[in-house]
């Protein structure tokens, strides 16, 4: 400890104030903790500023930009439509703005203390945070760590000028004319979605069976067929083994079918998967308990091997998604408030927004099977539906999985438009314990696509309408 550094007091400590550490930090304070939060970065972490709100927001220019271009079936006709990209930029930031400065309002609202630094735990009741002029020791009662994630780079692809990140991805000055992703999973996907509305010659290499290997085929298979309108090339079962970059672009070298081949093009974007920051902590000092990958161990309460000590987000297992770990921060915030709140995982959605949007809750049809659960796949097409006919946005269905014995509803899938906001009404299913009953006797508004979940409901039950049984 440095002469002068006073140790500060604090009941709780949360690393990190992205959607799970800020999320923690407010939760706790609410409960009628004293919470210090210290973020290094930018407040909201990578999900505000550099990765969910940017990349939707890139992701909505594009269908606005391949919208005024293709809208011919309505009797739409736009000429000379254009991209002012140095624009579609700056919304873009304006929009991440307002959302950090909005989540900086509401952690001083709630008294949460906002420290600028990186942290260091010193043991498992201090922690050190330091930046560029000063270090300063933190005393605490409990520590939440959030520290998120980065994107993996490979050996062969250092991160450059032209072989560049998600980050990298989203903060380009122009469109490229041509760009390689190597990884077909969601973030790869919807990126490469993106820059191919927006006019770029988008080439997918997935070393995989197939792209987006955590959905069911038959939702997959609806993306590929929209990529392919859209000039996208997936090569599946391919290993990219390096890079040469150019002044004015980069010739990638990849293995497919036994093949060696060259591909060129104006950036290479690397998209395989996110390491968890556990590294520079200083976490081996307290002994927390962490596998080979980093990834530290807790139980259903989030509290990691040190009893005093939580971890949430994307360095506990399971996926890294921004909704997961905002959940896991107000199961930790309340376990330390002495709540009997544990984390059940059943009800949390993955969505990818991808052309159609795939949304996946609870079990999928084979999961249930290998389970060895009797259940009853129930399906209803998008195509069906009043209101994705007048949208002209019919590919798609909404599946329900349930239980043959007594219909409760026990995972759902959904391929089509507005299926990022249609999951919800099944998440809350799951954790209501409801049945297929329970859901086709709620009124849903006509004409909405939330009808589709109440059709699926009936042809669940086996009573559909609008569909021959």
């Known amino acids: ?13 949360v690393i990190g104030a992205g959607p799970g550490g800020y999320v923690a930090a407010i939760r706790a304070a609410q409960l009628g903790q004293k919470v210090t939060i210290v973020e290094k970065g930018s407040l909201g972490g990578v ?26 079936d309505m009797g739409i006709k736009a000429e000379n439509v254009t991209v002012d990209f140095t624009k579609v930029q700056e919304w873009k930031a304006g929009v991440v703005k307002k959302l950090t400065s909005g989540v ?18 010193v043991d498992d009741h201090n922690i050190r945070v330091m930046d560029e ?82 959905f069911e085929k038959q939702m997959t298979a609806l993306v590929k067929r929209n990529l392919k309108k859209k000039n996208v090339e997936i090569v599946t079962k391919a290993m990219a083994k390096g890079v040469e970059e150019t002044e004015n672009g980069v010739k990638v070298t990849f293995d497919a079918k036994g093949e060696e081949k060259t591909i060129e093009a104006d950036y290479v974007l690397v998209t395989v998967g996110r390491k968890p920051n556990t590294d520079e902590l200083g976490l081996e000092q307290v002994g927390i308990k962490m596998t080979d990958r980093g990834v530290i161990e807790v139980d259903k309460q989030c509290r990691t091997s040190v009893n005093n000590i939580f971890a949430i987000g994307d360095i506990v297992p399971g996926p890294p998604l921004a909704h997961k770990a905002s959940y896991e921060g107000k199961i930790a915030a309340e376990a330390i408030s002495g709540h009997p709140s544990e984390v059940d995982y059943l009800g949390i959605p993955a969505v990818v927004f991808s052309e159609p949007e795939l949304a996946t809750v609870g079990y999928t049809e084979a999961q249930a099977k290998d ?25 798609g269905f909404v599946k329900l999985i349930t239980r043959k014995d007594d219909g409760l509803v026990i995972g759902a899938q959904i391929a089509g438009p507005s299926a990022s906001d249609m999951i919800s009404e ?22 909405t696509l939330g009808e ?18």
């Open 1 to 13: 400890m440095v002469v002068g550094d006073f140790p500060i007091e604090t009941d709780t400590i």
């Open 47 to 72: 999900c505000l500023n550099v990765g969910c709100i940017p990349s939707k927001a890139l992701i909505a220019a594009s269908h606005r930009y391949e919208s005024a271009l293709h809208s011919d």
């Open 104 to 121: 900086e309002g509401l952690l001083k609202g709630n008294k949460v203390e906002i420290v600028r630094g990186e942290a260091y735990f």
């Open 133 to 214: 002029n000063s270090a300063q020791t933190y005393t605490f009662k409990n520590a939440i760590i959030a520290t998120g994630s980065r994107p993996i780079e490979l050996p062969s692809f250092k991160y450059s000028k032209r072989v560049i990140d998600s980050t990298g991805a989203l903060s380009l000055e122009e469109i490229p004319n041509k760009l390689i992703v190597i990884g077909g999973g969601y973030v790869g996907t919807e990126l490469g979605t993106a820059y191919a509305n927006l006019g770029s010659e988008v080439t997918i290499l997935e070393g995989a069976d197939d792209i987006l290997s955590g």
């Open 371 to 395: 389970e060895g659960l009797d259940i009853t796949a129930a399906k209803f097409p998008f195509a069906a539906n009043g209101r994705a006919l007048a949208l002209n946005n019919t590919d």
């Open 426 to 447: 099944l998440g809350l299913a799951i954790e209501a314990g409801m049945t297929a009953e329970d859901i086709a006797m709620t009124i849903h508004a006509h004409p």
């Open 452 to 469: 589709i979940t109440m059709e699926a409901a009936e042809v669940a039950l086996g009573t559909p309408i609008h569909i021959v049984k």
